[in-house]
């Protein structure tokens, strides 16, 4: 069975810190990785997307990819009290087809 | 680029109606779009997925003739619920795939009485 592992959190961390969010998943022929934020109450809105090792920035995002470990992350540098919201972190097995979502990432940003 | 639309945004009905909801791409074609119920506190549970022309692929335990989705057109997809029960009140959500990712919609809350 496909699996998308998150720890529930929540994580919280103070306004300014780097926060870090990882997520593991169990399919080895896994493709695309995907973070999307959800606000309470919201549908969940994409963050950034990888495909490849290695890291991939944008703005205060860096998303993280390791295929070995099977393991994919998310830093959210100079974190806002705006960035308090469930992260779900997202698998793909090929090009197309529906993601496999995890349970999602709770972050608390204190001011 | 890549908005998705839903329609209504709020559904307040009695046991027993059915309940149709709108999902719209509005500046790209989807061949595929996707169904997903979300109860509160609780993570995002893919419903079906629905590819134009043809009939939606469901997920374990969720039922088809309860769960009526056509995609009539590239850019349209719809959920009905029929003969909609309290328990079916959840937050309903839909997305479209483009290129790789998929994009959400803003979501329908459905309350039924």
């Known amino acids: 069975q496909k699996e998308v592992e998150q720890n529930s959190g929540p994580l919280s961390v103070p306004e300014g810190a780097i926060a870090s969010l990882n997520c593991t998943y169990s399919?080895?022929?896994?493709?695309?990785f995907f973070w999307y934020r959800q606000y309470s109450g919201k549908s969940p809105e994409l963050i950034m997307f990888?495909?490849?090792?290695g890291d991939k920035e944008d703005g205060r995002f860096t998303a993280q990819l390791n295929k070995a470990s099977q393991y994919v992350s998310l830093l959210i540098r100079d974190s806002q009290p705006s960035d308090s919201a469930t992260y779900l972190c997202a698998v793909r097995l090929g090009s197309q087809g529906n993601l496999i979502f995890g349970k999602g990432t709770k972050l608390s940003v204190k001011p | 680029g890549a908005v998705v639309s839903q329609h209504p945004s709020w559904v307040i009905c009695k046991s027993g109606t059915s309940v149709k909801i709108e999902c719209r791409s509005l500046?790209?074609?989807?061949?595929?779009m996707f169904w997903y119920r979300q109860f509160p506190k609780q993570s995002l549970m893919l419903m079906a997925t629905s590819n134009e022309g043809s009939k939606a692929t469901y997920e374990q335990g969720v039922e088809k003739d309860k769960f009526l989705i056509n995609h009539a057109s590239l850019t349209l997809s719809t959920l009905t619920v029929t003969s909609a029960h309290p328990e079916d009140s959840s937050f309903y959500i839909c997305?479209?795939?483009?290129?790789?990712?998929?994009?959400f919609g803003p979501g329908t809350r459905l309350l039924v009485l």
């Open positions: 399919d080895r022929g896994s493709q695309s």
């Open positions: 990888i495909y490849s090792n």
């Open positions: 997305s479209a795939g483009v290129s790789e990712t998929q994009y």
């Open positions: 500046d790209f074609q989807a061949t595929t």
